[in-house]
Structures are given as C-alpha cells and as structure tokens.
C-alpha cells in the first residue's frame, strides 16, 4: 500500500484514541495505541518497532525523525524510574505526550507513534494502591501504551498486581507484561513461569501485547559479551504462541547488530527498548555499532570531538558528575539538573545531537529491526479496522476456575523459578 494524504488524514481523524483527541483536538499528528505498533510488525513479519526512551527532548527529536526517513511506525516511551514522580529526567510520564505532539506537528512528521508507559514498577502492596490512582492519570496526560513491571515480586504476586491493575489501563491501550526482572544472566526466565503468567492473564480475560524477559540482557551500560539468549527467547515464544503475545525485548545494550538481527528473525520479538545508547549519542560520546559507550583506559567516556554538546558544557557535566560521586551508568543522573543547560545551547550544538541519534536510529530501524515502510503497515491496519481500538489479538481459552486466588498460589508453589540476586536493577 503507498498512502496518500487522504488516507493519513483518515488515520488522524479515526486512529487517535479518546485522549489524544481530548488533548491535541487540532493536531496533524498521528499518535496511537501500542497494539496498532504491534500489528504493523506482524503484519510485515520479523519485524520490530524501536522504543526510544525519550530521556532528553534531542533523543525524541532524533528518533522521530529517524522514523520519518525510514516511512517506519515507532514508539517513544519513557520509564517509572526516568519519568515518575521521582524521575531523573525532565521529560516524564506526564509531559511527554506534548512534547511529542509538539514536535509531530513542528517537524512534519506523518508516521504512526505509540507513547509507552515503561516499566510501571510494583514492588509492594503499596505500589499497587498507588497505581490504581496514578495509572488512570498517564493515560489522562495522553499515554497510549504501557507496561505493568510486577516482576519483583514473587510469580503469584505478579500475576495478581497485573489482574488487579487491568481495569486501570483502557482496554484500547497497548499493554506489556514482564516476567523475571532484568538482570543479565543471573535469575533467567523460563517457559514454565512465562507460561504461569500468560495462562493466568488469559483466564482474566486480559491479553497482553508484549511480555518481556529476563534473557539474558541488562539495562544501561553492558560491560560483558553475555547478551540476550536468543534460543532461550524462541523457546518461550513458541510456548506462548497459543496466546498470540509478542516480544519486548529490554536492554538492547551489550547486543552487538548481529545477535539483534537473530532475535527479529527468530523469535515473536515487535518492540525493543533502546535508551542509554540514544542519550549517550546525543551528548556527543563515543559508542560501538549498537550503542554502547566505549570507556578509556581510566574507565572515562570518551568524549569525540565536535560532536553532541560543546566541550565546555561536557566539561561542566562531568565535574557534576565526579562532585555527586555518578559514575558508568549513573550519569543518567544528569538528564534532569541539565536539561535546561542542554536546550540553552547554539542551535547547531542542537542540531548535531538530533542528527547523532537520527543517523543511529535511522540504522537501526532499516538494517537491524527490518522496520523500514511499516508506517505504510500500520496506516493501512488502522483504516481497515476503522477505529482507534484494533481490539485484542487473543481470546480467552482458560479456564477461569482454574485460576482463582487460591489456586494461583498453588500453582506458583509448583514453579521452579531462580529469581536471581536481590537489588536495584532499575535503570
């Protein structure tokens, strides 16, 4: 299908949902539901849309634009720990979607965009209270997608906190579960528990978009070769294909492009995350093919010349740095108190550390994710289901006797699940 400007018209006037269209009633941008970005992947086939974590305006910038130039659907999505109310960056859960739509209407910008709600913690009953109010006012400030993360917790309890948080995600909406915390090789998923999950999900009549895995990967700065286990990953998949969920893949760093390709050739994977690569890109440091920052002999970045900031604001970055004691990944930290710093910079400064992200997002979408025209897909799937809502791919097939509150915690006492090690692998 090649779109014409009649059919993206059509796709602004039926695609939004109620509360992009309640927020943005003149926009031209085309913000959507996460099951849409799903559908367009699927549609291609071993196809997987980029999530940007938007950790600075410059990384949102450059992704959009990235897409635009690949005609591919995206996401841009922003974590609980990035963007909740103790966030480290300026851009949070509650203004994104209009600095988004902002930039959509700004630059041009025609393709499909989810906006994803990542990684909404729950570690604790109270987390779980919290959301019931905090959940509903995402989807208020314009989220279209998001992933309820209860995989702290015991398997039971994070089937429990996902059944009981269902109501407050719209049913419209783009969802992701998550079993097994990220925490590289230690504490893996397995069939047995993903299946737990699912099978419970589905008996609650609630069918996730996306699950993500512990497979291997981590969050943030990778310093080992260890990665995602892409066999581990088919595996799962293949288990859950009676349920039609697709894959997230988390931590895409430390994942060289070959081992990426493998997982969008062989798995059910549609969406990955990509974040510290796309800030580390913007500030101008030096990376490998996938993202990852190269360290110096002293454990630095290393900070290329004439690229991202200026040498002097980099300067005045790192002494911050060294003065709160952040080192490797926790110069994340800097996002917030900089922001400001970062947009007060000469527009050229600006303009290379949006090119810098769009150059390795525009890769990543053509020759890594075989993303490349999925915005054709996505239009195309939104026209033909004439709705904002494309409605769940899955239908129930358990049983939901079967899966009581007593029985959950029978079931899960069976599971031989290694959680891993305890900490804070948020990241």
Known sequence: M???????????????????????????GLIVSGKFIDRAMLKKGKAIAIAANGRNTFVIQGALRAAQRANAAIIIEIAKSEGGIDAYCAINYWNMARI?????????ITVPVAL???????????????????????????????AIDASHLPDAQNLMANITLSPCVPAWAGLETEVGEIKGKEGLSTVEEALFLIRGLN????????IALNNGTTHGIEASDQGIQVELTRQ?????????????????????????????????????NVATALQMLSWGLEVNDYGNAMLDENGNFIKLKDQGVTEALWAEMTAYAREKGWTGGNFKKLNLPFENRLLAQPKEIRQRMVRRVEDF??????????????ADLCIETILETGSFDPGPKAERIEDPSEWTPEAIAQKASTLNADKGPSGDFDD
């Open 2 to 28: 090649s779109v014409q400007p009649s059919d993206f018209q059509k796709a602004v006037e039926i695609g939004r949902p109620p509360n992009v269209r309640q927020m943005f009633p003149n926009s031209k």
């Open 361 to 374: 997002v525009h890769t990543m979408i053509t020759d890594v994710f075989n993303a490349k025209d999925t």
């Open 236 to 272: 799962i998949h293949e288990a859950l294909s009676p349920y039609r969920v697709s894959g997230a893949q988390h931590g895409t760093s430390g994942n060289n492009s070959e081992r990426l390709r493998e997982i969008a050739a062989k798995t059910r994977t549609t969406k990955a």
């Open 116 to 146: 994803h709600a990542d990684h909404y913690g729950i570690k604790s009953e109270k987390d779980i209270e919290k959301a019931k109010t905090e959940i509903p006012t995402l989807f208020e400030f314009g989220m279209t997608s998001i």
């Open 203 to 210: 008996a609650h009549n609630i069918f996730p978009d996306w």
């Open 100 to 108: 988004v739509d902002a930039l959509l209407n700004e630059m041009g």
